[in-house]
């Protein structure tokens, strides 16, 4: 054999070893992208096996469930890519019906095709096939018919295309941009919608409804993520938003409700730059109230209560079940238990999520780079409606924060209506003694 036959035979050996580890990369992108886009998190039954679908999302027509996306016959083991590209970026199912909108597909039409067939390796190669059949929605009828999808699609999702790059734009910016509204789909849960349930913007470009915060859905409000101080981001530096997503904490605050989840198996993952794009992009939208101005800390309610003085109402709720933690000034412990003093998720509007957490509880996940878990107990076995509604107000109105008032008509129809549902937990109404 002469040299040149040797030279080609090594090239021919080669050939094969550089597609496969072409293809491995493209699956690696593909997981990566996955956890940007927090697809187990939605797939993914309490207790399941990953992307087997099953999740239970309560929506304010009924109940949807999450489908099987795992390369399963009863998944999409026969989507081809045509398939997988317009379920995920144009809302229509292998059969031509149109998905229902908690699929986030206004979203992904921003995704684009080089990200899609990353995605699609992944699902197909990357993922452990799983034989669960999906369920049927728990939707009344005639709400449950899927031909009025067709339209609503129509009138509401974008065209599928990537979104031009203004000249002079910060790169990181715009990738920012590009994972905020497209992959990690945050408008889905930060903006709110319309009556006939559609995001009321989709981009920063549509408006300054983008991000500006959501009604309450399964207990939770998702906060505004804009620059106002009070209830937004305008407080927080880009360093605290991406200490936070990366952690879950931060020296402001501490994630709970759905985000625990988004932190837990989503942004932990991803990269340094890719969260500081994130922080960036976010940090760039304007506020919407021009009159907001940075809270400003009051301690006459720390120095009340640091002498003994307990009679405001709520007063002696807070000392008897949250000072040992949140503190009596309001600071509580930096990255460990949050600070209360202008904290803007306590200052929103409405306070269903404050109401929530004292009633069911939370835990702070661990990640990689935090592992420590800490915990807040449940207190409604303990707490009436009316203790809760007290000490609510005290949090939010205390220490230089400025909360609309709730009473106990609000806390009651949150542990009805909400907790119920959402929980396994005895919920049940107290008396107070």
């Given amino acids: 054999m002469n040299k040149f036959s040797i030279a080609a035979l090594g090239l021919a050996l080669l050939a ?80 031509g019906s149109s998905l229902y909108p908690a699929m986030p597909y206004p979203s992904y039409a921003r995704v684009t095709d080089a990200d899609m067939q990353a995605l699609y390796a992944y699902f197909m190669q990357g993922v452990a096939p799983v034989a669960q059949p999906n369920r049927e929605v728990d939707i009344p009828w005639p709400l449950s018919m899927r031909w009025p999808l067709a339209i609503w699609r129509g009138l509401f999702a974008p065209k599928v295309e990537s979104p031009p790059t203004p000249s002079g734009t ?55 993520l804009r620059g106002d101080y009070k209830d937004g981001l305008g407080s927080w ?43 960036r992009y976010l940090k760039s939208l304007p506020a919407n109230d021009p009159n907001d101005r940075p ?26 079940n949250c000072a040992a933690c949140h503190r009596t000034d309001g600071h509580g412990y930096t990255r460990v238990f949050p600070a209360l003093a202008g904290n803007p998720v306590l200052q929103t509007e409405d306070a269903s999520s404050l109401i929530h957490i004292v009633l069911a509880g939370g835990t702070l996940p661990a990640t990689h780079s ?28 205390s220490w230089g924060n400025q909360g609309a008032k709730v009473d106990a008509n609000d806390v ?20 107070s003694p």
């Fill in 16 to 95: 094969p070893l550089g597609a496969v580890q072409g293809a491995d990369a493209l699956i690696a992108q593909g997981e990566y992208l996955a956890r940007a886009g927090d697809c187990v998190a939605c797939h993914t039954a309490k207790d399941g096996k990953p992307f087997a679908g099953g999740l239970a999302m309560q929506t304010p027509i009924g109940t949807v469930y999450s489908t099987n996306i795992t390369p399963d016959k009863t998944g999409i083991g026969g989507y081809s890519f045509e398939d997988f590209d317009k379920a995920v970026r144009h809302g229509i199912g292998k059969d």
């Fill in 237 to 279: 530096s880009e360093e605290q938003l991406v200490q936070f997503l990366k952690t879950g904490r931060s020296d402001r605050s501490a994630v709970f409700g759905g985000m625990s989840d988004v932190v837990k198996h989503s942004m932990q993952y991803m990269t340094d730059a890719d969260l500081t794009a994130i922080a």
């Fill in 412 to 431: 009651a129809k949150l542990r009805t209506d909400d907790l119920r549902s959402t929980s396994g937990d005895d919920l049940g109404q107290v008396t």
């Fill in 170 to 224: 910060d790169p990181l910016v715009s990738r920012g941009a590009y994972l905020v509204e497209g992959l990690g789909h945050c408008g889905a849960c930060h903006t709110p919608r319309a009556l006939t349930m559609q995001e009321k913007a989709l981009s920063a470009g549509e408006g300054d409804a983008f991000l500006a915060g959501s009604a309450p859905l399964e207990g939770w409000i998702a906060k505004s």
């Fill in 370 to 397: 935090a592992p420590s878990s800490f915990t807040m107990p449940a207190y409604a076995w303990r707490l009436s409606d009316q203790e809760v509604a007290d000490v609510v107000n005290f949090i939010r109105n």
């Fill in 295 to 320: 809270a400003v800390y009051d301690d006459k309610v720390a120095k009340a209560l640091w002498n003994g003085d307990d009679s405001q109402a709520g007063a002696s709720v807070y000392i008897d």
